[in-house]
């Protein structure tokens, strides 16, 4: 299952869209900011039970 996602960037401050797969369970990637591009630490805890996510965002100094 794929959702999309409304990030802000960490460095920039800027949003953008973006998509996560669910499917994967809890998980943590990196992904370039699309304004900035600079790489955004992405980690994704997924309840099983409610299917909620919970997204934190960081920069990699963080």
Same mark, same amino acid.
């Given at each position: 299952m794929i959702n999309e996602?409304?990030?802000a960037? +960490?460095?920039c401050g800027?949003?953008?869209?973006t998509l996560i797969d669910i499917?994967?369970?809890s998980q943590e990637y990196i992904e370039d900011c699309q304004?900035?591009?600079r +790489?955004?630490?992405f980690n994704i805890?997924?309840?099983t039970l409610s299917e909620e996510m919970q997204v934190?965002?960081?920069t990699e100094n963080d």
């Amino acid at each position: 299952m794929i959702n999309e996602y409304q990030a802000a960037c +960490p460095y920039c401050g800027e949003s953008f869209s973006t998509l996560i797969d669910i499917s994967a369970g809890s998980q943590e990637y990196i992904e370039d900011c699309q304004i900035c591009c600079r +790489p955004i630490i992405f980690n994704i805890e997924l309840d099983t039970l409610s299917e909620e996510m919970q997204v934190q965002l960081r920069t990699e100094n963080d």
